[in-house]
């Protein structure tokens, strides 16, 4: 496929929010489907019992939020509200269980009220170790793998056996190995792989097969390596905060219209939130808890057992020749929010600059992000130029 027909197909895909892909998927394969917020999910529990992990990143500005702010006082983000309002409205019926990672109250209070509203409906809150010693942790998470593999074979009648496990860990270890390719063309040449084309070839992803999704972002990543696109004066910005609700598709827009090349982001985190390879040898549930303990990838969601909060951004900033950091994080988001001070404090330090801002996923104003991020990225050009 050319880069034309790829980046249109990702965006089909990104507006679907009826998920018509998800239920031709099942017609065709006589399965069944489960649903996941973003974070972290073991999607190979899924993939392994037969049925399509399925992430749910809220309606953004396609749904107005009517029955949703029935549900949720307004002081909190907007995903559970807009997610409601998809359940309720009848366009997740194609969805036949749900997954709700670890991330705040907002998201274990949102798995309560699914189960009062579908008590027909397979649900559950994923309760992941906050002590991360093998022994420990490793132990409790693995023994909550093993219940969820249950759950998940009685949901799809279906019996995941190790060997299946093993082969579902191999598809998702390359699938974030094609991941790390677009990551390391767009921190190479960004201008090869613009971050609203970068962000919807991902979120291909939410729905996609993940061996499908395989070759379609290394599909994507040959045709924009082959692609004639004129490299630009821009200032070079890792983006941190979205790794739960995500950022309007005319924010990440926005940003490189003010002439930011966004060279990293922690948009779409779930897709890649185990760092590496999960090992395909021995227990596979053990592996799976083990890569958790040792791999996650770093943000707000995730205790930190050692070293000081912000070191991992500061490394990334180095990692990808950053230029500076822009904090984008959903209004009311108490984990992102939270962590900001701690991750400016790090950024001050070993003085690299930084803005910030906050946004909801149906932001429909976005001048005065424009003027900021395009003043931050003009000064940085000025100082680098002293």
């Given at each position: 496929?050319?880069?034309?027909?790829?980046?249109?197909?990702?965006?089909?895909?990104?507006?679907?929010?009826?998920?018509?892909?998800?239920?031709?998927?099942?017609?065709?394969?006589?399965?069944?489907?489960?649903?996941?917020?973003?974070?972290?999910?073991?999607?190979?529990?899924?993939?392994?019992?037969?049925?399509?992990?399925?992430?749910?990143?809220?309606?953004?500005?396609?749904?107005?939020?009517?029955?949703?702010?029935?549900?949720?006082?307004?002081?909190?983000?907007?995903?559970?509200?807009?997610?409601?309002?998809?359940?309720?409205?009848?366009?997740?019926?194609?969805?036949?269980?749900?997954?709700?990672?670890?991330?705040?109250?907002?998201?274990?209070?949102?798995?309560?009220?699914?189960?009062?509203?579908?008590?027909?409906?397979?649900?559950?809150?994923?309760?992941?170790?906050?002590?991360?010693?093998?022994?420990?942790?490793?132990?409790?998470?693995?023994?909550?793998?093993?219940?969820?593999?249950?759950?998940?074979?009685?949901?799809?009648?279906?019996?995941?056996?190790?060997?299946?496990?093993?082969?579902?860990?191999?598809?998702?270890?390359?699938?974030?190995?094609?991941?790390?390719?677009?990551?390391?063309?767009?921190?190479?040449?960004?201008?090869?792989?613009?971050?609203?084309?970068?962000?919807?070839?991902?979120?291909?992803?939410?729905?996609?097969?993940?061996?499908?999704?395989?070759?379609?972002?290394?599909?994507?990543?040959?045709?924009?390596?082959?692609?004639?696109?004129?490299?630009?004066?821009?200032?070079?910005?890792?983006?941190?905060?979205?790794?739960?609700?995500?950022?309007?598709?005319e924010l990440i827009e926005t940003l490189e219209r003010a002439g930011c090349?966004?060279?990293?982001?922690?948009?779409?985190?779930?897709?890649?939130?185990?760092?590496?390879?999960?090992?395909?040898?021995?227990?596979?549930?053990?592996?799976?808890?083990?890569?958790?303990?040792?791999?996650?990838?770093?943000?707000?969601?995730?205790?930190?057992?050692?070293?000081?909060?912000?070191?991992?951004?500061?490394?990334?900033?180095?990692?990808?020749?950053?230029?500076?950091?822009?904090?984008?994080?959903?209004?009311?988001?108490?984990?992102?929010?939270?962590?900001?001070?701690?991750?400016?404090?790090?950024?001050?330090?070993?003085?690299?600059?930084?803005?910030?801002?906050?946004?909801?996923?149906?932001?429909?104003?976005?001048?005065?992000?424009?003027?900021?991020?395009?003043?931050?990225?003009?000064?940085?050009?000025?100082?680098?130029?002293?």
């Open positions: 496929m050319s880069l034309q027909t790829l980046v249109e197909r990702a965006e089909a895909l990104y507006h679907d929010i009826d998920l018509r892909f998800v239920a031709q998927w099942k017609q065709e394969h006589d399965g069944k489907a489960v649903g996941h917020l973003p974070i972290y999910v073991p999607r190979e529990l899924i993939d392994a019992a037969g049925m399509l992990p399925v992430a749910l990143h809220g309606a953004g500005d396609q749904v107005e939020i009517i029955r949703g702010d029935a549900y949720f006082q307004s002081y909190i983000c907007q995903i559970p509200r807009s997610v409601i309002e998809l359940a309720l409205s009848g366009r997740l019926a194609a969805l036949d269980g749900f997954l709700f990672p670890s991330t705040c109250d907002v998201i274990r209070n949102l798995s309560g009220m699914w189960k009062v509203l579908f008590p027909d409906r397979y649900v559950r809150y994923l309760d992941v170790p906050q002590n991360f010693s093998v022994e420990v942790g490793g132990k409790f998470w693995t023994e909550e793998l093993r219940e969820i593999a249950a759950d998940l074979e009685r949901l799809g009648g279906r019996k995941i056996t190790d060997s299946a496990l093993a082969e579902s860990i191999a598809k998702f270890n390359d699938n974030r190995r094609a991941l790390g390719e677009l990551f390391e063309l767009r921190r190479g040449e960004p201008w090869r792989a613009p971050a609203r084309e970068a962000y919807l070839i991902i979120r291909a992803g939410d729905v996609m097969p993940v061996e499908e999704h395989t070759a379609f972002v290394r599909a994507y990543v040959q045709a924009a390596r082959e692609a004639d696109r004129v490299k630009r004066d821009h200032t070079r910005v890792a983006v941190t905060g979205a790794f739960c609700e995500q950022p309007p598709l090349y966004v060279v990293w982001d922690d948009f779409t985190l779930g897709a890649r939130f185990i760092e590496g390879d999960i090992e395909v040898q021995g227990d596979p549930l053990d592996a799976i808890a083990r890569a958790f303990l040792s791999r996650s990838a770093p943000n707000a969601c995730v205790f930190q057992p050692q070293g000081p909060r912000g070191g991992w951004l500061v490394e990334t900033v180095r990692r990808t020749a950053a230029e500076g950091v822009v904090f984008a994080a959903p209004s009311f988001c108490d984990p992102a929010l939270l962590e900001q001070p701690m991750l400016e404090a790090a950024l001050d330090k070993e003085g690299v600059p930084h803005t910030a801002f906050k946004y909801a996923e149906n932001l429909g104003q976005f001048q005065v992000i424009r003027e900021q991020a395009g003043t931050f990225s003009d000064s940085l050009r000025l100082w680098s130029e002293a």
